[in-house]
């Protein structure tokens, strides 16, 4: 059975960092990916991280402030995120592509986590 099982979120102040963290089992996945979900809002790409290319990618909206991070062996990922935004409150998941599918488009992810809520105060 594939699980991904997302933590770290909880309420922080504007200008705190957070880092949350995605425990994947029942399979080993070469790309993972950060998605999140703000209130009246569709969910939306963050980040991901190609193992086997080693690349990452990030929305604009939180590029130089967010960072994805892997380790393979523990089929584990993170996401640092620092100089937090009121506009990063959403609820964040962890997700892995189907085969062939894009990892910017929610519509493509075959797993999902059930999510971590960050909120940020202003």
């Known amino acids: 059975q594939v699980q991904l099982v997302e933590s770290g979120g909880g309420l922080v102040q504007a200008g705190d960092s957070l880092r949350l963290s995605c425990a994947a089992s029942?399979?080993?996945?070469?790309?993972l990916g950060w998605f999140r979900q703000a209130p009246g809002k569709e969910r939306e790409f963050v980040a991901s991280s190609n193992w086997s290319r080693q690349s990452t990618y990030y929305a604009d909206s939180v590029k130089g402030r967010f960072t994805i991070s892997r380790d393979y062996a523990k089929n584990t990922m993170w996401l640092q995120m620092n100089s937090l935004k009121s506009e990063d409150t959403a609820v964040y998941y962890c997700?892995?592509?189907?085969?062939?599918?894009?990892?910017?488009?929610?519509?493509?992810?075959?797993?999902w986590g059930k999510g971590t809520l960050v909120t940020v105060s202003s």
């Open positions: 029942g399979l080993t996945f070469s790309t």
């Open positions: 997700a892995a592509p189907k085969t062939g599918g894009s990892i910017f488009s929610p519509k493509d992810m075959k797993y």
